[in-house]
């Protein structure tokens, strides 16, 4: 099955969506949004989903609406959460998933994880590069809806993410009731590069996000 295209309507503005079926039996469809520096073109964005494809996710990936306008300041909370929902709600109506993760990379997966603390509707989270604080201000702690969650949650976080440190989500996990995996990518960044010296590759890293979901998901039943 090939790419299908979609216009979203996000109250009086439209946004663009693709959703591309898994590689073989689809399992699941993960609605994507990407992160603040980011589109739903952008290499690293399409480099996950593909591998994600590999193991029985279909991905739908779209772009925020400042994205559609050519923007790069990004919409107030409220705003990004609005078009994940309607972006949500249309993934129901057009493919009608047995099951409907929601998520993304850093922005655009705390969006969506504040969607889902407030009671929208979804099987799952997961979590790319979840920015826990900004860059250099590790004080400025966004956990505050984390608690709320109840729906099971895969967070892929690097080792060398400076938004989120590794000691300061240790602590954040501890005030979770909500089934959360952790994994950690050792030597990756907050866009899961490693450097050379590391002796790792980023198809390595990205085999692990594979291998690691695909763990999660058929932990929770979502077998291919």
Partial sequence: MSPIEWR?????????????????????????????????????????????RTVGLGVVRFNFLYRQKKSSRPDPMPRLQECVAAVVARTREEVGPVR????????????????AADGFACDALLLLAYPLHPAGRPEQLRDAHLPAITVPVLCLNGTRDPLCRRDLMDATLKKLRTPWTMHWLEGADHSFHVLKSSGRTDPEVLDEIATATQRWTSGLGMRA
Avoid at 16 to 38: D, I, M, Q, T
Avoid at 100 to 115: D, F, K, N, Q, V
């Fill in 8 to 52: 979203v309507a996000v109250g009086a503005d439209e946004t663009a969506a693709l959703y591309e079926p898994a590689s073989g039996k689809e399992n699941a469809v993960f609605v994507c949004a990407h992160g603040a520096g980011g589109n739903m073109s952008d290499r690293g964005l399409q480099k996950v989903a593909e591998v994600l």
């Fill in 100 to 115: 409907l993760i929601m998520g993304g990379r850093s922005m655009g997966g705390r969006a969506a994880s504040m969607l």
